[in-house]
């Protein structure tokens, strides 16, 4: 059956789908299926969420109680390493008492964690100094031949900044230093070590112990020990906060507990934490064992019919774990509930929000962006001049619109120009991008890094990130101070002022951006391959120049040229010969004068000229303090320049000799004693001028 072409591409075009449709479509269907996929990982990612809160509240815990640890250690060995070196630089003798005593109760005051500084001697003596809370200190003292079988105790109040006496008194006591073990131990040994200590002179009192022995001449004086009782920990444990009804633990290795959260305990009052929880620490502990790993370990533990997320990690200390119990209810319950909450309302608004997208997108969105899209084709081959701007509804689109349009525009008239800014410049002032200029008088200025070429041949491409931050401090103070960037040259950069913006104080601008330069560069830090401070040297001259697009109808330049332009370059290699960093020439001198502050150098005739031209030195802003002080120096160099000129050069070098003792170094002023000298000794004949000749550039 033949079938009418006519009417067979009538019904391809009914097949195809309308962007208004699509769009519809897309948007209902995303909806749709984000809702499903939202509702069916929320529900599958609760119990990791929970898992994930737990874990964030026990890695939090963990830092904090590893590095409370890592402190208490830190601090008995510096305690007992002070109180050594006091012993073996003979500042203390272990049996001066007065001394000692201080020394003791200042550890005792600066160590927040020590509880205990004691000492025992061969002899079986024992003296230590202890800490009653955080209000009270006592030292005591058990002599076998004073006071034999009795503990003298001296108290002490804790006042701000001070300790006051308060009492003395005499009790019996049965506990003996020679029987404890870190003294036995540390007797015989040739390093400190950690002890496990139960007994004290004050009773049972679970703690450690940092001890080791004190040789002072290669003789044995005792045993010195730091002890942290346990207490201070459980104090610390109770500050953390894990969950409304989680805790944590500090055990050993067999699973004996190190401290439970108790925040009333100290050395006047034993750790009555709860201890509810422990088992399941005791548990965790008894798997990782199993499991035979030292490292961390996590798992989900049930006792009485709750889940509990359960981590140990060990501490710095040897054998010592930090065992962390959560309640997963406290984190599973509310979360569960929440989500059915939110999945429910997500559904239902996901089905509102299909409908009501659905009926926008056809009106709103789908029509405009087509139109929208059409002119982006009309970009993408660069037929400018077909586009068109396009209004709509929404904002963003017509902004769209807006945006490509103009950018549009902007393209067909400076896709020419480089660099960017300089585009940008030029489109507020309306210039072609056809070749032309006009002569203008403007400002120009060259920098450039003193001895680069050395610098790069040795730094080779390391010279790269030098060069990079050189270039981003100079190119943000010249664009801060108005100027525009020309060009790079290697090192060099090239900026004029005046255009394309007019510029009434363009000499002045130029003069403040080099003067800001060069504070930046010294204090940015840049260093050399020798790590000697960078140094740069700028050259800036006024004068009329043309001005434009220089270049061809392929390419266009909007730069500066002309003789002022090269004067400006010859200025910056001047600086070479004469030791300054920034010169500037007469014009710009003139134009600034007022708002800076500068000194005459001399009358050079730069390279490839044989007149001769005024160059000064720009040293400052006018009315700043310290380029105010410089004013009597100037006034005597350039009185001597014009005794030089004058050819009075022995008036001229006593000027130059009163600069350089002021100054005590200034290359300039050297350089015209130096002249003087010649010539006082010979003078020039009658065709001599005071002008310098540069013979290079």
């Given at each position: 059956m033949n079938v009418d072409p006519e009417r067979r591409l009538r019904a391809i075009a009914g097949l195809t789908v309308s962007i208004r449709l699509a769009v519809s479509a897309l948007v209902l269907a995303a909806i749709l299926l984000t809702s499903a996929l939202c509702s069916l990982l929320w529900w599958r990612t609760a119990e990791a969420t929970s898992r994930q809160l737990a874990s964030t509240i026990n890695e939090q815990i963990v830092a904090a109680v590893r590095k409370e640890v890592s402190a208490?250690?830190?601090?008995?060995?510096?305690?007992?390493?002070?109180?050594?070196?006091?012993?073996?630089?003979?500042?203390?003798?272990?049996?001066?008492?007065?001394?000692?005593?201080?020394?003791?109760?200042?550890?005792?005051?600066?160590?927040?964690?020590?509880?205990?500084?004691?000492?025992?001697?061969?002899?079986?003596?024992?003296?230590?100094?202890?800490?009653?809370?955080?209000?009270?200190?006592?030292?005591?003292?058990?002599?076998?031949?004073?006071?034999?079988?009795?503990?003298?105790?001296?108290?002490?109040?804790?006042?701000?900044?001070?300790?006051?006496?308060?009492?003395?008194?005499?009790?019996?006591?049965?506990?003996?230093?020679?029987?404890?073990?870190?003294?036995?131990?540390?007797?015989?040994?040739?390093?400190?070590?950690?002890?496990?200590?139960?007994?004290?002179?004050?009773?049972?009192?679970?703690?450690?112990?940092?001890?080791?022995?004190?040789?002072?001449y290669q003789e044995r004086q005792g045993v010195l020990a730091v002890v942290i009782e346990y207490t201070r920990l459980a104090r610390f444990l109770s500050q953390l906060e894990v969950g409304r009804t989680g805790t944590a633990f500090i055990v050993d290795g067999s699973g004996e507990l190190v401290a439970a959260p108790d925040k009333d305990a100290d050395e006047l009052h034993p750790a009555r934490g709860d201890t509810a929880l422990l088992p399941l620490a005791r548990l965790a502990l008894h798997k990782a064992g199993e499991a035979g790993g030292r490292e961390a370990w996590r798992s989900r533990l049930t006792s009485g019919g709750a889940t509990y997320e359960v981590a140990l990690t060990p501490l710095p200390f040897p054998g010592w774990s930090l065992a962390t119990v959560i309640p997963e209810a406290e984190f599973l319950g509310p979360v569960e509930t929440t989500l059915r909450r939110l999945i429910l309302g997500l559904a239902v608004g996901a089905v509102l929000a299909a409908l009501a997208s659905a009926v926008l997108a056809r009106s709103v969105i789908a029509a405009p962006l087509s139109r929208v899209a059409g002119e982006l084709r009309h970009v993408e081959a660069f037929a400018l001049e077909q586009v068109r701007r396009h209004p709509s509804r929404l904002r963003e689109i017509a902004s769209l619109s807006g945006a490509i349009a103009e950018m549009a525009a902007g393209l067909s008239a400076f896709r020419k120009f480089i660099p960017a800014d300089l585009v940008r410049g030029l489109l507020r002032q309306g210039v072609e991008a056809r070749p032309g200029g006009s002569v203008q008088e403007l400002s120009v200025m060259f920098i450039d890094i003193a001895g680069f070429t050395g610098l790069s041949e040795r730094l080779g491409d390391r010279v790269v990130p030098l060069l990079s931050r050189y270039l981003d401090i100079t190119s943000e103070i010249i664009v801060a101070n108005g100027g525009t960037i020309d060009k790079f040259i290697g090192d060099a950069v090239m900026a004029f002022w005046g255009a394309p913006q007019p510029q009434d104080d363009h000499a002045a601008r130029c003069c403040r951006a080099a003067l800001a330069c060069r504070r930046a560069i010294e204090e940015s830090g840049l260093v050399d391959d020798l790590g000697q401070p960078l140094q740069i040297r700028i050259g800036i001259n006024s004068g009329r120049m043309l001005v434009g697009n220089i270049g061809s109808e392929l390419r266009l330049n909007y730069t500066v040229i002309g003789d002022a332009v090269n004067v400006a370059s010859r200025l910056e290699g001047a600086n070479k010969s004469y030791g300054?960093?920034?010169?500037?020439?007469?014009?710009?001198?003139?134009?600034?004068?007022?708002?800076?502050?500068?000194?005459?150098?001399?009358?050079?005739?730069?390279?490839?000229?044989?007149?001769g031209i005024s160059v000064h030195e720009l040293i400052g802003i006018a009315g700043e303090t310290a380029a105010g002080d410089t004013i009597g120096w100037i006034a005597d160099y350039e009185r001597g320049l014009s005794a030089y000129r004058a050819r009075r050069f022995a008036d001229a070098l006593a000027d130059f000799e009163m600069v350089l003792k002021q100054r005590g170094c200034d290359r300039p002023a050297e350089l015209m004693r130096d002249r003087c000298r010649q010539f006082a000794a010979t003078s020039p004949d009658n065709a001599w001028r005071p002008v310098a000749a540069l013979a290079s550039k």
């Open positions: 208490i250690v830190d601090e008995a060995r510096a305690a007992r390493t002070a109180i050594r070196t006091l012993f073996l630089q003979n500042v203390l003798d272990t049996r001066e008492a007065d001394k000692r005593e201080f020394v003791f109760l200042s550890q005792l005051q600066s160590q927040a964690t020590i509880s205990w500084v004691a000492f025992g001697w061969p002899d079986g003596s024992f003296f230590a100094a202890h800490k009653l809370g955080d209000r009270r200190l006592e030292m005591m003292e058990i002599s076998l031949t004073d006071h034999a079988g009795q503990r003298r105790v001296d108290e002490y109040d804790v006042v701000p900044g001070d300790i006051e006496f308060a009492n003395r008194r005499f009790e019996p006591t049965g506990f003996r230093v020679a029987d404890q073990a870190w003294f036995k131990a540390g007797l015989t040994a040739d390093d400190p070590q950690w002890f496990r200590v139960l007994d004290h002179a004050t009773g049972v009192r679970p703690s450690i112990a940092f001890a080791g022995p004190i040789d002072v300054t960093q920034i010169l500037i020439g007469a014009r710009t001198e003139r134009l600034a004068r007022g708002a800076v502050i500068t000194r005459e150098i001399d009358s050079i005739a730069v390279y490839g000229r044989e007149e």
